[in-house]
Nanobody
Framework: QVQVAESGGGLVQSGGSLRLSCEVS????????AGWYRQTPGKQRELIAG??????NYADSVKGRFTISTDDAKSTVDLQMNSLKAEDTAVYYC?????????WGQGTQVTVSS
């Protein structure tokens, strides 16, 4: 059973930075595809950053401020978040597909104070 765990969330002031990390329990030879999502109360979970075969894509709301990256040696998927805004406050989730199955972490709370 593959386990995925996010970390790095917390409280930060507007304009600040946080780095989220998603650790996969089993060493993935090639973290080919992964994604970071976020969810706020009453809203659907949305994809904000994805990576596939080295190519990245971002939601317009985070483009230019967030950067997704993978580290195959560590089996991690990181999300560097800069210039944070109050509207970035959400629970952030990592999704890693392994063998055709999507594995999700439990989420990490990010709160940006204005």
């Amino acid at each position: 059973q593959v386990q995925v765990a996010e970390s790095g969330g917390g409280l930060v002031q507007s304009g600040g930075s946080l780095r989220l990390s998603c650790e996969v329990s089993e060493r993935i030879v090639n973290l080919y595809t992964a994604g970071w999502y976020r969810q706020t109360p009453g809203k659907q979970r949305e994809l904000i950053a994805g990576i596939s075969g080295g190519r990245t894509n971002y939601a317009d709301s985070v483009k230019g401020r967030f950067t997704i990256s993978t580290d195959d040696a560590k089996s991690t998927v990181d999300l560097q978040m800069n210039s944070l805004k109050a509207e970035d406050t959400a629970v952030y989730y990592c999704k890693v597909p392994v063998g055709g199955v999507d594995y999700w972490g439990q989420g990490t709370q990010v709160t940006v104070s204005s």
